[in-house]
């Protein structure tokens, strides 16, 4: 089959699509959670559209998959001050509970989560267009995270469980809540990547609000009644609606202690800007990033090609650490492109639903246009489209397009494309290479492909102050979670991990005494009767 009969036949007839995956009718969604109810929206609708089109006699129909509240000002406002009076300035009942009983609590969220499998699967696959492999692998994967994260945190009370004597100082360390959260994940993982936030800053104590991603809304709806249930009134109030109306709101409150963003550096910079008392403000910000891959002349040359193509066009691209700009050594650059563009071309395209689907639609509304002016301005400077069928689109699809020789005066040299377009620039001295890393506004990760051990070695120290991660003849990517995820300069501030987020989400608070008998027996009361949630020696298992 040639390119074009693939792009002809992409969309399915609704006949064709498999029972279990078909999307019957629209969700008209009115829900929304705040103060433990789920309250109706009687206002305006923002209309969901799915990437996926259907093939009718009129042509391809995007699907219209149902609509969310467009909350207001006002009512977003209303769902922060729940969140606040729930904390009520660190008296409320969750910030004060018990560790262990909090842990309970997330738990009985798990259970209820895990229910809602196949409904929140089914959703990635038709809001954002993500296979069923990686939608099925971001729900398990979540689930497994928020299990990681009790873990670790029943680890970090152990070892707070102690207490510490220094210099005749009797003391004990814990790390305890610091406020009210906003939280805020991006369309690209719209469950895991907002999980990896939203989680750490429930368990540690303090109260939330939750905006979900531009796009994936509607699968966070299966989980309400499980936030609803799970947690005490006013601990996770779940809004809607525009960022510009609704989250402006909230940061001009300066009722935010904790702002978790997941997005684009200018965006998050932006909503910083309108806190009143921005030193009081704590961020946890994922942005943006343009990893590059260095191919050295010394190289396992298969293994380059295999871990770029992952790398670079693994869910189309849409990933903060998908692999954006391919530096690869004249000597090896024709090797490189011929397995290249072969493996490229055995990448399937087609619904997410489909066994062995790589290439699927893409969510964004004109993304493919984006796409289209990138490769056009490439081309009027000196680059080609290589791969076959490379840039040819139907609709919301766009087919990888391949662009060689890549030079500094292109926009796809410095712009974050997060889509299926593919730079290679070929190089000769190393240099050239060093200087764009050290002078690029993002510093997220980097790869490096080679085999020499003089020659990695003193990109590692180069790089080293660079980005949050160098990976070695691998892609860039943020797992494991126990890892580090970071950035420098534009694209991060914080770190995440499981054991990070902990610590990110929380401050920690000393109570100390002096070493003496009357002081020894006063915590040893206080224990005993168990006055205090806080000084305790509680173990939990």
């Not at 689907?357 to 002016?373: C, H, I, Q, W």
């Not at 990138?374 to 040819?392: C, E």
């Amino acid at each position: 089959m040639t390119d074009q009969q693939l792009l002809d036949s992409l969309f399915p007839a609704a006949a064709d699509i498999p029972e279990k995956y078909r999307f019957e009718g629209q969700l008209e969604q009115r829900e929304y959670l705040v103060n433990g109810t789920l309250r109706t929206w009687h206002g305006p609708l923002a209309q969901v559209r799915s990437p996926v089109y259907l093939a009718t006699a009129n042509g391809d129909e995007q699907v219209i998959l149902g609509s969310t509240p467009l909350l207001d000002a006002e009512t977003a406002l209303g769902a922060l001050d729940a969140a606040v009076h729930a904390y009520d300035r660190g008296q409320g009942e969750w910030p004060t509970m018990r560790v262990a009983e909090r842990i309970q609590h997330v738990e009985a969220f798990l259970r209820r989560m895990r229910e809602q499998r196949e409904a929140v699967v089914k959703l990635l696959m038709w809001e954002i267009g993500k296979n069923l492999k990686d939608s099925e692998k971001e729900f398990d994967r979540t689930c497994d995270y928020i299990v990681d994260t009790i873990n670790a945190l029943k680890e970090l009370d152990r070892r707070s469980s102690r207490f510490e004597l220094e210099q005749d100082t009797l003391g004990q360390i814990r790390r305890v809540p610091m406020g009210v959260a906003l939280c805020m994940g991006p369309y690209n993982y719209p469950l895991n990547e907002t999980f990896t936030t939203l989680i750490p800053a429930l368990i540690m104590g303090n109260t939330v609000v939750f905006k979900p991603a531009k796009l994936g809304v509607l699968l966070i709806r299966p989980l309400l009644e499980a936030f609803r249930d799970s947690f005490p009134a006013g601990v996770i109030n779940v809004i809607y609606g525009s960022g510009r109306e609704t989250v402006s709101a909230l940061m001009a409150s300066g009722k935010i202690d904790i702002f978790a963003f997941i997005g684009t550096n200018k965006a998050a910079s932006d909503l910083k800007k309108l806190h009143p008392r921005p030193h009081r403000l704590r961020a946890a910000l994922g942005l943006d990033a343009k990893n590059p891959a260095i191919v050295l002349p010394e190289v396992d040359l298969d293994n380059a090609v295999n871990e770029c193509v992952t790398g670079s066009l693994s869910f189309n691209g849409q990933r903060c650490t998908a692999l954006k700009i391919l530096f690869v050594h004249e000597d090896v650059v024709e090797g490189f492109i011929e397995k290249f563009n072969r493996k490229v071309h055995s990448l399937v395209p087609g619904m997410p639903w489909e066994n062995g689907v790589s290439l699927t639609p893409l969510p964004e509304a004109g993304k493919v246009d984006y796409l289209n002016a990138l490769v056009a301005d490439a081309q009027a400077k000196g680059a080609a489209v290589i791969n076959p069928g490379g840039g040819q689109t139907r609709a919301s699809f766009f087919y990888p397009a391949v662009l060689y020789p890549v030079n500094a005066g292109m926009r796809v040299y410095q712009e974050e494309q997060f889509g299926p377009v593919v730079p290679i620039v070929p190089y000769r001295d190393l240099e050239t290479v060093i200087d764009y890393v050290l002078e690029s506004d993002f510093g997220q990760q980097l790869s490096i492909f080679g085999t020499d051990p003089a020659q990695v070695g003193r990109l590692v120290d180069t790089f080293a102050n660079q980005v949050g991660r160098i990976n070695i003849n691998a892609q860039c990517q943020r797992g494991p979670d126990t890892y580090p995820f970071n950035g420098r300069k534009n694209s991060a501030e914080g770190t995440l991990s499981v054991h990070d987020a902990l610590r990110v989400f929380s401050i920690r608070t000393l109570v100390a005494t002096r070493f003496q008998d009357g002081n020894k027996a006063l915590i040893s009361d206080i224990i005993r009767h168990r006055e205090s949630t806080f000084l305790t020696t509680d173990y939990i298992f």
